[in-house]
């Protein structure tokens, strides 16, 4: 841990400020691409008691965006990918920012991107690994709580409340378990494999693409089937090249090197309010679209 400098009054104790050692490497390492706006590529191990990475390069990046916006100033325009190998501790991702990407080949803890308002994640098995990356959980629980923007992508199952209170970010995973959307107010997400109970439950924006007739582990109270529109088909195909290409995912090789069929087995989903807003013809769609399932 690096201590930051303190100053003290007689019989006053200040707070200590505690920032994670390789929080405080990321930050040194970037800060000359920083400041002459470049872009840069850092590798780095990772473990789990590295926390909140790279929270704070996420910090220094916004405040450095608004103090040049406030100059009128170029803002930085260039990318800084940080790559990782290992376990990440609690919330990897989290206040994630524009101008950051972040690849994970390993698992992480709970609490991924939480508020993260930019960027990209990629998490990924490491390239040893013997196990199936759609079969097994790679990254912990709370993904996503509370965030406004920027992609994330996991080649593996997710815990519980993956999407928990979303607001805008865009999402693809091999699966997830309870209450998966929950809560959620915009924002797309996508699972390509099995979920589990409770999905949706007081999710009020945003749409969820689901592979798969799991319409029992569906909140309905919340959450209403409509047709899988044309333009939505090809957001959806275009997010899933995305996926593929950051991923290597199987399944997403599979169901695209199949798609006029593949495309069927998906659901789409959106919050009843949203639903009752679209076009009659629509709403006459999903009525229709329910009353066969019955």
Same mark, same amino acid.
């Given at each position: 841990?690096?201590?930051?400098?303190?100053?003290?009054?007689?019989?006053?104790?200040?707070?200590?400020?505690?920032?994670?050692?390789?929080?405080?490497?990321?930050?040194?390492?970037?800060?000359?691409?920083?400041?002459?706006?470049?872009?840069?590529?850092?590798?780095?191990? @990772?473990?789990?008691?590295?926390?909140?990475?790279?929270?704070?390069?996420?910090?220094?990046?916004?405040?450095?965006?608004?103090?040049?916006?406030?100059?009128?100033?170029?803002?930085?325009?260039?990318?800084?990918?940080? @790559?990782?190998?290992?376990?990440?501790?609690?919330?990897?991702?989290?206040?994630?920012?524009?101008?950051?990407?972040?690849?994970?080949?390993?698992?992480?803890?709970?609490?991924?991107?939480?508020?993260?308002?930019?960027?990209?994640?990629?998490?990924?098995?490491?390239?040893?690994?013997?196990?199936?990356?759609?079969?097994?959980?790679?990254?912990?629980?709370?993904?996503?709580?509370?965030?406004?923007?920027?992609?994330?992508?996991?080649?593996?199952?997710?815990?519980?409340?993956?999407?928990?209170?979303?607001?805008?970010?865009?999402?693809?995973?091999?699966?997830?378990?309870?209450?998966?959307?929950?809560?959620?107010?915009?924002?797309?997400?996508?699972?390509?494999?099995?979920?589990?109970?409770?999905?949706?439950?007081?999710?009020?924006?945003?749409?969820?693409?689901?592979?798969?007739?799991?319409?029992?582990? @569906?909140?309905?109270?919340?959450?209403?089937?409509?047709?899988?529109?044309?333009?939505?088909?090809?957001?959806?195909?275009?997010?899933?090249?995305?996926?593929?290409?950051?991923?290597?995912?199987?399944?997403?090789?599979?169901?695209?090197?199949?798609?006029?069929?593949?495309?069927?087995?998906?659901?789409?989903?959106?919050?009843?309010?949203?639903?009752?807003?679209?076009?009659?013809?629509?709403?006459?769609?999903?009525?229709?679209?329910?009353?066969?399932?019955?």
């Amino acid at each position: 841990f690096t201590q930051a400098p303190a100053t003290e009054t007689p019989g006053e104790r200040q707070p200590e400020i505690l920032i994670n050692a390789l929080n405080q490497q990321i930050l040194t390492d970037t800060q000359e691409a920083l400041k002459q706006n470049q872009s840069r590529d850092l590798y780095y191990q @990772i473990e789990t008691n590295d926390r909140a990475i790279p929270a704070t390069l996420s910090g220094h990046l916004a405040q450095r965006q608004k103090d040049l916006r406030e100059q009128k100033t170029t803002a930085y325009s260039g990318k800084v990918k940080l @790559i990782f190998r290992g376990s990440a501790g609690q919330g990897f991702g989290v206040f994630l920012t524009e101008g950051l990407e972040l690849r994970l080949f390993g698992e992480a803890n709970d609490s991924v991107c939480k508020s993260m308002s930019g960027g990209k994640v990629v998490i990924r098995p490491h390239p040893g690994a013997s196990y199936e990356a759609g079969e097994h959980s790679i990254i912990g629980n709370c993904a996503l709580y509370g965030a406004t923007g920027g992609t994330l992508f996991v080649n593996g199952l997710a815990g519980d409340r993956f999407g928990v209170r979303n607001s805008g970010a865009i999402a693809v995973v091999e699966g997830a378990g309870l209450h998966c959307c929950e809560y959620m107010t915009n924002g797309q997400v996508v699972v390509l494999g099995t979920v589990s109970q409770n999905v949706g439950a007081g999710m009020t924006g945003g749409e969820l693409f689901l592979y798969g007739d799991q319409s029992s582990q @569906i909140n309905s109270e919340y959450l209403c089937e409509i047709p899988l529109a044309m333009e939505a088909q090809a957001r959806l195909k275009t997010l899933l090249t995305d996926y593929l290409e950051e991923t290597g995912s199987r399944k997403a090789r599979r169901l695209l090197n199949h798609w006029n069929k593949e495309v069927q087995a998906f659901h789409h989903y959106l919050p009843r309010a949203q639903a009752n807003l679209l076009s009659p013809v629509t709403t006459e769609l999903t009525a229709d679209l329910k009353s066969k399932k019955a």
